[in-house]
């Protein structure tokens, strides 16, 4: 199938009464969704990860939490990166940066490699090695220490965001094997096969 009718199952999939989003948080989501499919699949990386990610940390807001000076839809701390939080506020350059400064770094530390056959594979299970690359994204970069209380915490972080991830996944299987045939539907765009 094609992309395009990919990128309609995936704005459908934030649609689900299974997850915990306002409206505008949903719109959100669909209007970002494609550009986070299109920069993961770029870097080699699971896009339901990505959604995971920025489902668990904003729900697609663009937040400012003051508490630990983090800002944007990733929650990224800009005093480790040369961005203000008002540049931080942006999709793109929230996505772009959780990448440059956590998602690739991380990813070097581990031997995880994501395939794109794999999103439309019901049975794939993110590995060990996504986990432990979300779970340095919730720790930051100042968290080493098995025994310090932001370990324990991205720990617990870390399973949060694959059992999101799996459901996502799961979420996006159902509708696409449901409406597959049906998607081209969906708007004016057409989705050629």
Request: charged share 25%; proline share 2%; with cysteine.
């Amino acid at each position: 199938m094609t992309k395009c009718m990919i990128i309609k199952a995936l704005m459908l999939m934030w649609t689900h009464s299974d997850l915990d989003m306002n409206e505008q948080d949903r719109i959100n989501a669909m209007n970002n969704t494609e550009l986070v499919y299109d920069y993961s699949l770029r870097n080699n990386f699971d896009p339901f990860a990505v959604f995971s990610i920025v489902y668990n940390e904003s729900r697609f807001r663009n937040l400012e939490d003051l508490n630990t000076a983090s800002c944007g839809a990733f929650q990224i701390a800009h005093a480790y990166v040369p961005y203000s939080c008002a540049q931080l506020k942006e999709f793109r350059i929230s996505l772009e940066i959780a990448f440059k400064y956590h998602i690739l770094l991380y990813k070097e530390k581990t031997d995880y490699h994501f395939d794109e056959t794999k999103v439309l594979d019901s049975k794939y299970k993110a590995p060990v090695s996504l986990k432990e690359i979300l779970r340095l994204y919730a720790s930051g970069p100042n968290c080493k220490n098995k025994k310090e209380e932001c370990y324990l915490q991205s720990e617990t972080k870390a399973k949060t965001r694959i059992k999101t991830r799996n459901k996502l996944h799961a979420i996006f299987i159902d509708i696409y094997k449901k409406y597959s045939g049906n998607l081209h539907l969906l708007d004016n765009k057409k989705c050629t096969k």
